[in-house]
């Protein structure tokens, strides 16, 4: 049986959901030059919101109604504390040292972390996500239901993104403020709101990769924005920061490299020791030092013009 | 460029940040009620994850032993010396369970600790209470070498006089699982996965090379990473080589989610693991999928024990969290075995209770002399520290719920 068709399916599917994350990143990093290391937590409350949702609904809705509510539960949640995280912890430090915010966002990745280990209901383990587990077979490849979803979800976000950033006023309002923010701000933008909006859509976007995420997996943990955000990073840096399809690029090479390199590399002659599923985060670090040291601006450079 | 420069210094902390997995909190709860006034109040130190993965059995541990310390006060087993339990959380972390150890010799209450669950957590610690002269008993750990040393299988010598444990060993239950799998389940072509901990990847080995002597077929095998989440890569292998069997050495944390997506993807065959998987958390995390999914846990089942009825329902009469079913009732008789062996320190001087670290070093000398019937069945150890008692089980996850399918001993000859 040749594993290729389904093995790049499986990248795919693990990029896009870290694109997604991704476009969190990079929007944030773009605009104020901050990264946001408690993006991952983010988008891991933004799954609690979700399964809230679900948690709250009678049991035996119909996916078709449920899917949106928890989409729209988990919005709410990662929105408000990415937004809330910018007014309280960030934005204090506009003007701070770059350590500075680092540091905060560490700390405050720990924080949500631990609020939500302590307070939400058993969440100390694994807690059931309700999946969609339906299996399709197109040709030698078999996917779910969720990694539908998913894919629609990405390809919608990421449309929908585009078109906002280049016809709508506040995103092109974001761009010039990405460029040069002082002298957006003297053109007349307000500047904070254009901020907030930035920290607005990467909750926005890592809400629902925590809804798809949940539904292809089936559950969720409060440690599971630790690796993700990780990765995510990873992915935008490798896509160039700053630059929204970048993100989602890195996120697509990530995802696919991963997969690849874990499924293949023990099957070459010499290798079996350095391939396997456990070695699948030190090739895709290994890609991140090789981009690095090559093409220091990421695959499509951080172009100034695009970065928003 | 000054971005760029953020940017690089900022992956190179990601890329040190993903080395030290490690996140969550010290939780520094679940001390137990202080004795009387007027007593003599001694502490069992327990060691055990309490957050985050492999919880759920770790809390198992923790009131496994808080319960025999409220018998044993009840009962006043030892005339004039109350019990507390003092319950430290490893994480399922080597380090931290080294710091836990360092911490619980160096409270001169501690007359000896239960724990730890994972066996690479064990071998961090061996070495601090051997120092301490202090005894350990662990209700979980299964890997040999941690009694029998690194060539256990050619000329097994005892490492640490100190270290005790009440579970069967990987020897044993890899050999069992592999028996079972290749007669009762007559699975010929199996792929063996393991998350390359000391306990994992030790069971996995022996898992496959009892299950290649029986005359089984390895079709491949993978290693992953506690903490992985996504299989896909995994599943589409284990599709590829056709197994009719999946055995994973590992955590519950990892295996259900393997199942689910393993089966997610189509390829409906069973996943056999050992006893860290036999966890009602397995098949609450996996779900439906989990069906048919087998496990071996040491000794037989709790709720078959006569002596195990009072400990199951007091367990479940004070609502405590964790599951109980693979090693609460081995962490009760362990603790018994410390408490058992104080009354005996006690009465072999004179009825006074030695001091420090004379009781310490006394202690362990009388748990080695142990003998007696726990809850789990006639307890006793051998010249290595391993139980007598070898019997093993395998569980079957039936209508969402672990059955045991059989009881019995493995003999590796």
Partial sequence: MNTLPQQLANGLLLGSMYGL????????????????????????TGGFGALTVYLALPSGTSMWALVPLMLIGG??????????????????LRGAPRLAPLITAIGLSLALQEVVRNFYPDADRARAFPGLDNTHDIGSVTIKDADIFLILA???????????????????????????????????????????????IGGLFAAVASVAYGLKYGNIDYRMGFLMGLKAFTAAVLGGIGNIYGAMLGGLVLGVAETLASAYIDGIPGMEQLGGASWANVWAFALLILVLLFRPQGLL?????DRA | MRQRSMVIFTSILTTGALTLTACGSRDDSGDGDSGDGGSTTLTIGVDAPLSGENSTTGLGIQYGAQIAVDDANKKNTVPGVK?????????????????????????????????????????????????????????ANTNPELTMGKNWQTSPKRPYKTYFRT????????????????TGLKKKNVFVVDDKQTYGAGLAKLFNEAFVKAGGKVAGTDHVNTGDKDFGALVSKIKAAKADLVYYGGQYDESALITKQLKDAGV??????????????????????SEGDLATAIGVPVDTLPGAKAFVDTYKAKGYKGDYGAYGAYAYDATTAIINSVKAAKAANDDKLPSGDELRSKV??????ADFEGISGKLSFDEFGDTTNKQLTVYQVEKGKWKAVKTGTYDPS
């Avoid at chain 2, 579970?167 to 290749?182: H, I, P, R, S, V």
């Avoid at chain 2, 362990?364 to 002399?369: L, R």
């Fill in chain 2, 268 to 289: 409906n065959i069973p996943l056999f693991g050992g006893d860290g998987m036999f966890a009602t958390t397995y098949i609450e995390t996996a779900g439906k999928p």
């Fill in chain 2, 83 to 139: 019990f507390k339990i003092k319950a430290l959380d490893d994480k399922a972390q080597p380090a931290t369970g080294q710091q836990n150890a360092t911490a619980l010799v160096g409270d001169k209450s501690v007359v000896g600790a239960v724990g730890p669950l994972n066996s690479g957590v064990a071998q961090s610690m061996l070495q601090v209470f051997s120092s301490a002269d202090m005894v350990q008993i662990s209700p």
């Fill in chain 1, 154 to 200: 990405a390809i919608t976000c990421m449309a929908f993104l585009a078109l906002f950033i280049s016809r709508s006023r506040t995103g092109r309002a974001m761009q010039a403020t990405a460029q040069d923010p002082d002298t957006a701000q003297l053109m007349g933008i307000d500047t904070n709101r254009i901020i907030v909006i930035a920290f607005a």
């Fill in chain 2, 364 to 369: 362990v000398e009388e748990v080695q002399k």
């Fill in chain 2, 167 to 182: 579970a069967t060993t990987d020897a044993l239950q890899g050999g069992f699982a592999a028996e079972y799998a290749y």
């Fill in chain 1, 75 to 92: 919005a709410i949640v990662a929105v408000l504390i990415a937004v809330g995280a910018e007014r309280f912890a960030y934005r204090p």
């Fill in chain 1, 301 to 305: 450079g951080e172009r100034v013009a």
């Fill in chain 1, 21 to 44: 994350i991704a476009i969190g990143y990079t929007m944030v990093y773009g605009i104020v030059q901050l990264i946001n290391f408690a993006h991952g937590e983010i988008f891991m």
